[in-house]
């Protein structure tokens, strides 16, 4: 499975933003997604995540009710969006795949789109 995010660029702090990660290559409806970011300096930390069908999200306490992720099994494409952007939101965004045969890890990641929310 390949996957593809964009929709990174530059926001102002209580803007919003929608990231895309489309996939290709494999079977996108039989994998849960998730999104990760790291910022300047830190380590990776996991945003989010939706089950294989879309229909169960879970989220890191420091986005929750800012951010949603939703599946569109039809179009091979997970959606993160952002809203209420704060700056500590900035970071490099991977949306990733879950590891079919060991749950609870990602087998393939995407490249990375930069977020940079201006204070």
């Known amino acids: 499975v390949q996957l593809q995010a964009s929709g990174g660029g530059l926001v102002q702090a209580g803007g919003s933003l929608r990231l895309s990660c489309a996939a290709s290559?494999?079977?996108?409806?039989?994998?849960?997604m998730a999104w990760f970011r790291q910022a300047p300096g830190k380590e990776r930390e996991f945003v989010g995540r939706?089950?294989?069908?879309?229909?169960?999200?879970f989220y890191a306490d420091s986005v929750k009710g800012r951010f949603t992720i939703s599946k569109d099994n039809a179009k091979n494409t997970v959606y993160l969006q952002m809203k209420s952007l704060k700056p500590e939101d900035t970071a490099v965004y991977y949306c990733a795949a879950d590891d079919l045969s060991f749950p609870g890890r990602y087998e393939f990641w995407g490249q990375g789109t930069q977020v940079p929310v201006s204070s």
């Open positions: 939706v089950t294989w069908s879309g229909s169960g999200t």
């Open positions: 290559g494999g079977t996108f409806s039989r994998y849960g």
